[in-house]
């Protein structure tokens, strides 16, 4: 008999399907809420609007935190959580 292996998450999809409540995408108000709880982050309106604007992504008018763009937030050289590590 073959076992079947489930599909494995990584622990930052799994953090931002906590947060997403469409599981689709972070708004700015989930994405504080993480950085809050999870990382201990606390920055002021002007960054977080900086970081909205920098790596999100415009739906409508408003900017949003893809999957895509959530994972390049921990990349080494230029992302906003380059010193976080998960």
Known sequence: MKKTRKKKTDKKEKLFNK?????????????????????????SKNVN??????????????YIITMKDFKNLFTAEEGFFRNIKI
């Open 19 to 43: 947060y997403s409540k469409n599981k689709e995408f972070l708004t700015k108000s989930e994405i504080i809420k993480l950085m809050k709880n999870e990382f201990f982050l606390s920055y």
């Open 49 to 62: 609007t900086s970081l909205m604007n920098i790596w999100g992504t415009k739906n409508k008018n408003k």
